[in-house]
């Protein structure tokens, strides 16, 4: 069991760039989450999926940013045309579906600063 | 925003002293969780509550549900310096949505 891994660990991007960043969860976990912190703050929820299927999706995630995970293996997440509020840590969090004990496990997180 | 209150916000402490913080929130949680997260890293869990009243230990670490399924509290004995860090209470709904506290930050002089 590697744990959640996530790629790049750090992103400094120009505004109005395009970023891209992966998610491979632990190896048979079927729900993956996406989540944003800033600075000083606790994480926020912003998307998951349930195997490939997108489930929800928080009013925080604007139409600049697209998700997905094509196999339902890894994801990623896509942010268009960066604003310097976009700054902040992504995280990404793993779990398995089929016991009723719903527990997410965090990967290490990207840290994205647009310029 | 978030709907959890996390308190306190920071605390200061000498080595070997007992630690609490708590979580309360206007809303009902089926799961309560406590993360610990380091700077530049991910949270990483400690402890995990399915069931209102539920008491549960990791170590020196002691977490409860409440019984309203609205509040939870973590204690922290005997403190050591790698316990420095920003503690964070997170609550599960039926939507698989995780909802967090604003972070207990805990220093301690050795």
């Known amino acids: 069991d590697t744990g959640v891994s996530q790629d790049p660990r750090h992103k400094i991007t120009k505004r109005g760039q395009n970023v891209t960043f992966r998610c491979d969860p632990i190896s048979e976990h079927n729900r993956l989450y996406w989540y944003r912190q800033t600075l000083g703050q606790g994480p926020e929820f912003l998307t998951y999926?349930?195997?490939?299927?997108?489930?929800?999706k928080s009013r925080l995630l604007s139409d600049r940013f697209s998700a997905e995970r094509p196999k339902g293996s890894f994801s990623t997440l896509e942010i268009q045309r960066t604003e310097q509020g976009d700054s902040a840590m992504y995280l990404c969090a793993s779990s398995s579906l089929g016991f009723q004990r719903e527990t997410q496990y965090f990967g290490p997180g990207t840290r994205l600063l647009v310029l | 925003g978030q709907q959890l209150n996390q308190s306190p916000q920071s605390m200061f402490i000498q080595e070997g002293e007992d630690v609490s913080m708590n979580c309360t929130s206007s809303?009902?949680?089926?799961?309560w969780l406590w993360y610990k997260q380091d700077p530049g890293e991910g949270p990483v869990l400690l402890i995990a509550?399915?069931?209102?009243?539920e008491l549960t230990s990791n170590g020196r670490l002691t977490a409860q549900f409440g019984i309203t399924r609205k509040d939870s509290f973590l204690n922290i004995s005997a403190s050591i310096p790698s316990d420095v860090g920003i503690y964070f209470c997170?609550?599960?709904?039926?939507?698989?949505?995780?909802?967090f506290g604003g972070g207990t930050r805990l220093m301690v002089k050795p």
């Open positions: 509550l399915y069931k209102a009243g």
């Open positions: 809303s009902i949680f089926n799961t």
């Open positions: 999926f349930q195997n490939e299927a997108q489930l929800e």
């Open positions: 997170a609550g599960l709904n039926a939507g698989n949505m995780l909802t």
